[in-house]
């Protein structure tokens, strides 16, 4: 385990932010003020509508991104859904480890064709 992977373990709420870094400014200051602790009221609605319209991905305006996307706004209010939530982003910064990255701060051997230099 690298020093990177002590640090993901030990706050899984910093790899969160991390990856909501990548989304658009507007959709970030969205999901910032839904994840604040006073915003559980429209959370929790939020993450049903969602998972809804998950499940409604045949239809032209929907599609399955609202699906985990509910799962993860209502893993900040159900703990069993938190411990999925940690599990999901392990598997998924083993896979994609460059969407967790500072945003502008790309190693060598990470940029696509440069991993003969690192």
């Given at each position: 385990m ?15 932010r991390r990856?909501?870094?990548r ?5 970030q200051?969205?999901?910032?003020w ?10 929790l609605p939020?993450?049903?509508?969602l ?5 409604l991905?045949?239809?032209?305006v929907?599609?399955?991104w609202?699906?985990?996307l ?9 703990p ?9 982003l392990?598997?998924l910064?083993?896979?994609r ?7 502008g ?8 064709g ?5």
């Amino acid at each position: 385990m690298t020093y990177s992977d002590d640090i993901a373990y030990a706050d899984p709420e910093r790899r969160l932010r991390r990856l909501l870094r990548r989304l658009p400014s507007r959709m970030q200051a969205i999901t910032r003020w839904l994840r604040k602790p006073a915003s559980r009221w429209a959370r929790l609605p939020a993450g049903i509508l969602l998972i809804i319209g998950g499940c409604l991905a045949i239809l032209p305006v929907f599609g399955l991104w609202m699906f985990p996307l509910g799962l993860m706004l209502l893993a900040d209010d159900i703990p069993p859904l938190r411990r999925s939530r940690d599990r999901a982003l392990d598997w998924l910064e083993r896979r994609r480890p460059h969407w967790f990255a500072a945003a502008g701060r790309l190693r060598w051997a990470e940029k696509p064709g440069d991993a003969a230099r690192g």
